[in-house]
């Protein structure tokens, strides 16, 4: 009698997960819930419900990858402010997954047009706590999927995305082979709150890290990246600066020369 009602059990449990987990890869007990197919132009989206160390976490996102088995590298895609994890794939992963890489993204507490989730809320935007939590926890569902090379894993943010990008490089800096950035930076010393990360998040990040930003950006000031330039050489960290005159804070997110250098940068550090 128990060994048919256990039967019944794991034929149910087949009938109801099997599909999902043998199309995504991703074991169907842990949370984690990929729909869709990566692999067409418009991705997947992912949700992930879970308690990790005493953290909550109510995460969803967007995954895309490259044609076949793997194992491939990945970028971590981290969106700015009115923005959403869709919006800003939609933006940019075609391209990088052309390149060749796995491309996640998470929505944060700074997200518009979505569920928020947990961990934090709408009043931790940027480089909180709480959204370098999301965003590692997004790096290690990349491990759950069975086709990345967790040695091989980038990091991309617009602005507040930058922000949180940049504090999560520093708060685990041996996570990441290589990261870059548009319009974003590091917080003036007499700004005591605020989205920006501060000198203290980023001063452990090792990195490799290059940065870009329009010259006529008014929404972040270019002198947060210089800011972050100069720290970055104080720790004696690889890194690049790259100003576009002309442009604003949202034309920098796709300029062709930038995509060209992050290209080449990531090249350059052993990410293809």
């Not at 992930?48 to 995460?59: A, K, P, S």
């Not at 793997?70 to 075609?94: K, Q, T």
């Amino acid at each position: 009698m128990r060994q048919s009602l256990v039967a019944m059990l794991l034929m149910t449990v087949l009938a109801c997960g099997g599909q999902s987990s043998a199309s995504t890869g991703v074991p169907s007990d842990t949370g984690f819930v990929v729909k869709g197919n990566p692999e067409s132009s418009a991705g997947a989206t992912w949700t992930y419900r879970g308690t990790v160390n005493g953290t909550t976490y109510d995460l969803s996102g967007v995954l895309l990858k490259p044609v076949g088995a793997g194992p491939f590298p990945a970028v971590v895609l981290s969106h700015g402010a009115e923005g959403s994890a869709p919006f800003f794939a939609s933006l940019i992963a075609p391209t990088m997954v052309q390149w060749g890489l796995v491309c996640i993204a998470a929505n944060y507490t700074h997200s518009t047009g979505v569920p928020i989730g947990a961990p934090g809320d709408a009043s931790q935007p940027g480089a909180s706590a709480a959204n370098i939590l999301r965003a590692h926890m997004t790096f290690e569902l990349l491990g759950r999927l069975g086709y990345v090379d967790m040695s091989r894993v980038a990091l991309h943010g617009h602005s507040m995305g930058a922000y949180v990008n940049a504090a999560l490089a520093g708060a685990y800096p041996t996570d990441f082979r290589v990261a870059s950035q548009t319009g974003g930076g590091v917080r003036p010393l007499e700004i005591f709150a605020g989205p920006a990360p501060t000198i203290g998040q980023t001063e452990t990040i090792r990195t490799p890290f290059q940065l870009h930003h329009g010259e006529l950006d008014t929404t972040v000031p270019l002198n947060y990246d210089q800011r972050f330039d100069s720290l970055l050489t104080a720790v004696s960290v690889d890194h690049a600066l790259y100003t576009y005159p002309g442009e604003d804070h949202l034309q920098v997110r796709l300029d062709p020369t930038m995509l060209d250098r992050v290209h080449s940068w990531y090249a350059a550090h052993g990410i293809f």
